[in-house]
């Protein structure tokens, strides 16, 4: 008893020589004070310890579950609680007589002290509220971003290991506009010059008959309607040439076929779509197209293939403004020059320009995300075997084409931040358009007339061009 009187007086003596260069609220927490008569409830953090200070002597102590806090008195006024376990349990004190002086409700939970210290480090600026449940970690209030709520719950794990309930919800704007826009460019060039010699008529008392080309332009009823004087009745070539002349009974044609050609196409499609973080959107402007197949049974049946402009993507907001976009793009059209054919039916192949990739970027930010320069080139040039050797007269034997074919793909994606409005300050391009009355149609040949919106937010948005923002607002 002597050797528990001695460790007492020393531990209160630790207690009042530190309690002077310690901060009010340090003491606040491990010093409470009790009245007699009435129940109190004193939360210790786990592990730690909390000094109690009765404000009347007493004569015996006892915890209902020493499982949970263990006690020692430190003189007949103050007891030192150590918390062990996450629980609720009760502290008893009794005077001299055995007569109850008070009841003392001890909360053990677990420490978030450090855990707060630290939150407030990672995080700074977040709006998180830290409580304890039982053994585990409540946390709650409104972060920023989704990426911001993991690393919350990450550092919870690292001191509540599978007890930490989330009730935090995500603050700020959440949904994300994908414009992509698919820029194509075709160049082509193509060259070709092709002859055909003819003689007929009678040589040394016989019929004789020469007829020859040097290119597939040249047919045979080309060089048949030259004899005549008149040019072939189909010519693939963009100009033909005639040339005739008569040596006594033998008649002589010359046909010359040139081509030369340039074509520039332009392809752009520009797609907007909107989805909430996290929550997959598709797009597609375009159509099906049939395509039979073959069933084990023999039975044929027909499947749709999709083309057009293509567009699915997963937008997440990782960081306030940054954007995590996982997409895929992709503008196919159907190709005539690339079928089967089987007798009963012929299947068109497709043209498909595919991009998938995943990118970051803040909000108003453009990414390249695909690019493809393509230039095809190719020539031929064939002659009849020793005639087309002849110096000057040979050219009249050879025939050369050059076609050269040049493409350029960009696809381009910009995101945006975006938040509804009100539906008064929407405007659709179909607003500017209004049928036209029977007078305007007959009396004045007028299709359609203008209905724009003058006024209002809706009119600020109707005298946008046709390639404008509609039923957004951007941050």
Do not use: C
Request: charged fraction near 20%; proline fraction near 4%; glycine fraction near 10%.
């Amino acid at each position: 008893m002597t050797y528990r009187r001695l460790l007492g007086a020393a531990l209160l003596g630790m207690a009042v020589v530190a309690a002077p260069i310690l901060p009010t609220q340090s003491t606040a927490e491990t010093l409470r004070v009790v009245r007699s008569g009435s129940t109190s409830t004193l939360s210790v953090p786990m592990n730690r310890a909390v000094v109690v200070e009765s404000d009347v002597p007493f004569a015996e102590l006892s915890i209902a579950n020493p499982a949970i806090a263990d006690i020692s008195s430190l003189s007949d006024r103050t007891i030192y609680v150590l918390g062990k376990a996450p629980g609720l349990t009760t502290l008893t004190l009794l005077d001299g007589t055995g007569r109850l002086i008070t009841n003392v409700d001890v909360r053990v939970a677990a420490d978030i002290s450090e855990f707060k210290e630290r939150l407030r480090q990672i995080l700074p600026g977040e709006k998180i509220e830290v409580r304890t449940a039982n053994d585990g970690i409540v946390l709650s209030g409104t972060v920023s971003s989704v990426q911001r709520l993991q690393r919350a719950m990450d550092l919870a794990e690292r001191y509540a290991p599978e007890r930490v309930s989330n009730l935090m919800t995500v603050g700020g704007v959440q949904q994300v506009m994908l414009k992509v826009r698919f820029a194509e460019m075709q160049r082509t060039v193509a060259k070709s010059l092709s002859a055909s010699l003819a003689m007929e008529g009678a040589i040394g008392g016989g019929s004789t008959g020469i007829k020859g080309g040097t290119n597939t332009t040249v047919t045979n009823g080309a060089v048949d309607t030259s004899l005549g004087g008149s040019l072939p009745a189909t010519n693939d070539n963009n100009g033909a040439i005639l040339f005739g002349f008569s040596a006594g009974s033998v008649q002589v044609g010359l046909l010359l076929e040139a081509l030369e050609s340039k074509g520039v196409v332009r392809t752009l499609a520009e797609p907007n779509l909107t989805a909430l973080s996290g929550q997959e959107a598709k797009f597609l402007a375009g159509g099906e197209y049939p395509i039979p197949v073959s069933q084990e049974n023999g039975a044929v049946t027909i499947e749709f293939k999709p083309f057009g402009v293509e567009l699915n993507f997963i937008p997440r907001v990782v960081d306030r403004d940054l954007i995590n976009l996982e997409l895929n793009a992709a503008v196919s059209s159907v190709d005539s020059s690339n079928s089967y054919e089987d007798g009963t039916f012929t299947i068109n192949g497709f043209k498909r320009r595919e991009t998938s990739t995943t990118v970051e970027l803040r909000d108003g930010e453009s990414f390249a995300i695909a690019g493809l320069l393509l230039d095809d080139f190719q020539d031929s040039s064939g002659q009849v075997p020793w005639l087309g050797d002849i110096p000057v007269l040979g050219s009249l034997f050879r025939s050369a084409d050059f076609q050269r074919s040049q493409s350029e793909l960009v696809i381009i994606v910009t995101a945006h931040l975006v938040t509804p409005t009100r539906g008064e300050a929407l405007a659709l391009p179909t607003d500017r358009v209004k049928p036209p009355s029977e007078s305007d149609l007959f009396l004045f040949g007028r299709v359609a007339r203008e209905n724009a919106p003058k006024r209002g937010a809706a009119g600020e948005v109707a005298k946008q061009d046709f390639s404008g923002s509609y039923g957004y607002v951007m941050d």
